[in-house]
T-cell receptor, first 116, second 111 residues
Framework: EAGVAQSPRYKIIEKRQSVAFWCNPI?????LYWYQQILGQGPKLLIQ????????DSQLPKDRFSAERLKGVDSTLKIQPAKLEDSAVYLCASSPHGTSGIFAQYFGPGTRLTVT | AQSVTQLGSHVSVSEGALVLLRCNYSSSVPPYLFWYVQYPNQGLQLLLKYTSAATLVKGINGFEAEFKKSETSFHLTKPSAHMSDAAEYFCAVGAGNMLTFGGGTRLMVKP
């Protein structure tokens, strides 16, 4: 079974530029997550999708970050314009849908963003 | 609300020695608990999970963790460290299909 795919793996941009990250979850996984992991810290949830609907985006800086999952499969996270403090690894994860309980999340390799 | 505290941002052990990584949690509902490992330049890989079945959970690579409700702990152990265990380890608490991660513990293994 293929894992969560992300691209690009690395990106360097200047502040005020825009950038987009792509994620393809594990086939059949209804739930998709984007996390921000700053160096030396644990991942922080940015947004959670259930199919193509947003479940939680309370920690997404909506003035500059946006995300979509139009067909309920792959997803794109965009930053526009980028700030120096956005330098981090952006992780995508997916999990199966369930009506009860909680399922483990499966993570992609991440995209390392450096803003100069 | 959920939170996780991992005691010790860095732990160093000798090869063959016991590994003990500490995790304490806070949760307003019965928790689901996870340990993930992250190797350099890679995503997080699930080691094990507790979902209210047996309190002693066995995971991959010889790791196990014990859920202790009275101590609100979920410490990760491995009887004998291997060089390949050197990585960053994250404890997480889940509720409603959402995870809250601790700050991580970097495990170093000395030859």
């Amino acid at each position: 079974e293929a894992g969560v795919a992300q691209s690009p793996r690395y990106k360097i941009i200047e502040k005020r530029q825009s950038v987009a990250f792509w994620c393809n979850p594990i086939s059949g996984h209804a739930t998709l997550y984007w996390y921000q992991q700053i160096l030396g810290q644990g991942p922080k949830l940015l947004i959670q999708f259930q199919n193509n609907g947003v479940v939680d985006d309370s920690q997404l800086p909506k003035d500059r970050f946006s995300a979509e999952r139009l067909k309920g499969v792959d997803s794109t996270l965009k930053i526009q314009p980028a700030k120096l403090e956005d330098s981090a690894v952006y992780l995508c994860a997916s999990s199966p849908h369930g009506t009860s309980g909680i399922f483990a999340q499966y993570f992609g390799p991440g995209t390392r963003l450096t803003v100069t | 609300a959920q939170s996780v505290t991992q005691l010790g941002s860095h732990v160093s052990v000798s090869e063959g020695a016991l590994v003990l990584l500490r995790c304490n949690y806070s949760s307003s509902v019965p928790p689901y608990l996870f340990w993930y490992v992250q190797y350099p330049n890679q995503g997080l890989q699930l080691l094990l999970k507790y979902t209210s079945a047996a309190t002693l959970v066995k995971g991959i690579n010889g790791f196990e963790a014990e859920f202790k409700k009275s101590e609100t702990s979920f410490h990760l152990t491995k009887p004998s460290a291997h060089m390949s265990d050197a990585a960053e380890y994250f404890c997480a608490v889940g509720a409603g299909n959402m995870l809250t991660f601790g700050g991580g513990t970097r495990l170093m293994v000395k030859p």
